[in-house]
């Protein structure tokens, strides 16, 4: 999950630069809130059970999970405008809907408590952020 946190981060730091959309850029602002509090807790995790954390946001199952490819992230970074926040929309839809694969995952078979909980978090609130962004998607400009 920190790999693809990481990813989430990546995207919503291109916003201020590339729109001028006040819901795209507080929803950014919000995603930032709450993945970076998320990342620190599993870093912490993982040094408590002497585990390196993984590098860059590198994600074995990348695909399946939702991750934007080099591609698309390059392209999200050359967009502006309505282009950049629909494609922006888009992609973090489906990294959302990948981080909700992975924690119902967790949640049906995870033992560690404390990944448990964050995982219960995660699934909830990014399936309402998910549904925000649907909502914004369909309200841009054609």
């Known amino acids: 999950m920190i790999p693809h946190h990481r990813q989430a981060l990546e995207m919503t730091s ?7 959309t006040a819901t795209i850029r507080a929803f950014a602002r919000q995603i930032t809130a709450a993945q970076r509090p998320e990342i620190k807790a599993m870093t912490a995790w993982l040094a408590e059970l002497d585990r390196s954390v993984p590098d860059g946001h590198r994600h074995e199952q990348g695909a399946s999970y939702g991750m934007a490819t080099q591609e698309e992230l390059n392209a999200l970074r050359a967009a502006r405008g309505t282009v950049f926040d629909r494609m922006f929309l888009q992609l ?6 990948g981080a909700v694969k992975m924690a119902g995952e967790q949640l049906a078979g995870g033992r560690d408590q404390r990944m448990r909980m964050m995982a219960k978090d995660v ?3 990014q399936s309402i952020e998910i549904a925000r962004m649907r909502q914004i998607l369909e309200s841009l400009p054609a």
């Open 14 to 20: 291109m916003v201020e630069a590339r729109t001028s």
């Open 92 to 97: 973090m839809t489906r990294h959302h809907e």
């Open 123 to 125: 699934y909830s609130g």
